[in-house]
């Protein structure tokens, strides 16, 4: 059976620092979507990468005394080995300095001019180094920049332009015609008045540095870094090769079904990319989502302004399934949110050792307590009760409440979702009270029912669960004797079916799945 493709991409990291909790998080969603639509079917293509070139990474190599190329070459293993501790399954992981970025940037641009739409032109503005971003005179605030508040610099070049002011009316066409391209609505309300507002023209070359790609046709000037950047999502499905392979995987993936990006960087996204692809006679990706910031105590969380704790000292503290679950369940995807350590610790307790772990180790010991660790024999239909039939109802209707919310990246539904479950399992044990129906042989079978029930519906949950906390539900699921790995599921209406808990499967207890945090 032919899979449908779906193709999904983060930003791409600059290298001037480590990865942070900014950077994480989105790559942690994109994570969750892909393993998601890997249950659901699809033949996903997951891409990740760095950003290598532009003047703050090659500010940045200077200030460590190396050439741009070996402080590229030191930082990126560094992201691969932050992906690899919260376990991102990325099938491809780009740089842009590769040798098969630069032939699909060059073949870009070049038929970017050969269409007609790049001209030689002079300019005189402002940049903002940090943001790699120009900027008029009018746009700056009290003289810096307004995007990240730093100091600009004057710059004053012979550059090549981009006619981006050939597309506003082709641009509101795509909004228009496809209303879920820029999500949430927020950001496609920006976007939509930004663009009505008229668009200019972009430089999108520059001669007084040379850390970039060079122009095919001007070999002096390098190609403006966003210009790089923004390509990368073709390079990787194989723009830019005529190797039959890469030219069907690129025909398979292109357009890309979503773009995770951050919301300070939707006009890059959302503008310049879908006009590049315009000019180039190409399709336009799907959709491009745009996630809020990260807050701590008010404020932007990032790396130069100090406030950045590291995501290893984080998964050190917390593991790495709940450090995927507290971003994807406290901060609304698409709206900023704020962390602290105190909610971290809150949703620790509450959601995971109190729901999740304390339910998965209740049942386990009453299985091996009362069944000799045993998954008694599937309950009768006609047998049920109303609070069996509730349960049942609940685990029935997930898949399709869950594909409601995963479609709209709502994480935080999504996982309400399976959190309804797990919180009605624990009240139909409170109700069903097994330590008492295990007094009498006379209630043995309600006892059996009840217990095969809970257990069922714990495997339900921990597949629903699985996305974003990958490891704990393959424990789950390993403890409850199933003989698959809940990461490998590609068939997940079939995984979900009701009764899918073989009877006779030997159960394991094991330790809580998550300690209880007490607070220092
Ligand atoms: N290199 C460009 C992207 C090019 S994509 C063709 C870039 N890189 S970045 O490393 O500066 O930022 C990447 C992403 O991290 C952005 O989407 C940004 O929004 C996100 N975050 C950085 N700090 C963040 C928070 N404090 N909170 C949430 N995300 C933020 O931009």
Redesign the pocket.
Known sequence: MDRTPFYITT????VNSVP????A??TIAADALARYRRMTGHDVFFLTGL?EHGQKVAQAADENGMTPQAWVDSIAPKFQEAWDMLDITYDDFIRTTEPRHERASQKLMQTLKDNGYIYQGHYEGWYCVPD?TFYTEEQLVEGTCPGCGRDVQFIREDNWFFKLSAFQDRLLELYHDNPTFVQPDTRRNEVLSFVEGGLRDLSVSRTTFTWGIPLPFDPEHVMYV?FD??I??MTAVGYGSDDPADVARFERFWPADVH??????IR??CVIWPAMLMAAGLPVPKQVFA?????TKGE???KSKGNAITPASLVERFGVDAYRYYFLRDVQFGSDGSISIESMVQRYNGDLANDWGNLCSRLLNMTEKYCEGVVPARPHAADATSDDDEVRAIAEGLPAAYEAAMSRLDYVSALEGAWSLVKRVNRYIEDSAPWGLAKSEETRPRLDAVLYNALEAVRISALFISPVMPNTSADVWRRLGVSADVREVTDLAAAAGWGGLAPGSQVTKGDALFQRIVEE
């Open positions: 930003p791409i990291y600059y942070h909790l900014g950077t998080y989105t950003d790699e966003w950047a923004l990368n999502y995770f990006v951050g919301k300070d960087i890059f996204h996630h809020g910031f990260l807050l932007k969380m990032s």
